[in-house]
Nanobody, 114 residues
Framework: QVQFVESGGGLVQPGGSLRLSCAAS????????IGWYRQAPAKQRAFVAL???????TYADSVKGRFTISRDNAKNTVYLQMSSLKPEDTAVYYC????????WGQGTQVTVSL
């Protein structure tokens, strides 16, 4: 059973940065495309970024140029570097792999506020 553990969230001021980590069990990070998703209050979970096993990346338009997804296969971990954060980035952030279905982790809360 693949498990995902997200971490690195917190409270940050607008314009600030955070780096999120997604630790996964097994070899799913090296063999599957891994995505970051977010769910804001009263909204559905939405796609943020994706990295394939070959390293190709895709981003939602709302985060292009501000967020960077990367992967460390040796650590079975995927990262999301977030910069120039805006209040509308406030959400619980989750990671998951394509090719599932896989269970969702608990997520990590990101709050962007003064």
């Amino acid at each position: 059973q693949v498990q995902f553990v997200e971490s690195g969230g917190g409270l940050v001021q607008p314009g600030g940065s955070l780096r999120l980590s997604c630790a996964a069990s097994g070899s799913v990070v090296s063999s599957n495309a891994i995505g970051w998703y977010r769910q804001a209050p009263a909204k559905q979970r939405a796609f943020v970024a994706l990295i394939t096993s070959g390293g190709t990346t895709t981003y939602a338009d709302s985060v292009k140029g501000r967020f960077t997804i990367s992967r460390d296969n040796a650590k079975n971990t995927v990262y999301l570097q977030m910069s120039s954060l805006k209040p509308e980035d406030t959400a619980v952030y989750y990671c998951n792999a394509l090719g599932g279905p896989f269970s969702w982790g608990q997520g990590t809360q990101v709050t962007v506020s003064l």
